[in-house]
């Protein structure tokens, strides 16, 4: 039941960032540098934020025989992979150079498969419950 609500609050955490979020401050802020900067600091925040929601979904888990390295690499590619976007794509995107469409496009995507990966353990854990 805890690792569901986890997952349920990680899963609502990033499509909120996602969704309403980062858009929310793009569309009210004037600015668009202060924007950015307001949407950034919020993905940062994520990233960090994620690793935590892994290791506690990990340290939640049903304990089956012979799957702990997978569920860890499971619990935590999520993080991982924001943590990663975060350090090797922010300072292209915060820069406005020439690769700022290519790093934003490749963070908005490694956001997406975060997300749906944190999603899926959702649903997985939820179609167990049921059982």
Wanted: proline share 4%; aromatic share 12%; net charge positive.
């Amino acid at each position: 039941m805890w690792r569901r609500l986890a997952l349920g609050l990680w899963s609502g955490w990033l499509v909120a960032q996602g969704a309403v979020f980062a858009p929310l401050a793009f569309a009210v802020l004037a600015e668009r540098t202060t924007a950015g900067r307001f949407a950034a600091a919020g993905f940062t925040t994520v990233a960090y934020g994620s690793l935590g929601f892994g290791l506690v979904c990990y340290l939640l888990r049903p304990r089956t025989v012979g799957r702990q390295g997978r569920a860890l690499l499971l619990a935590l590619a999520p993080g991982a992979l924001l943590l990663a976007s975060h350090v090797a794509l922010s300072p292209l995107i915060a820069g406005h150079g020439p690769y700022f469409a290519a790093a934003h496009g490749a963070g908005t995507l490694i956001y997406g498969v975060a997300t749906l990966l944190v999603l899926g353990m959702w649903w997985q854990d939820e179609r167990r419950s049921l059982r």
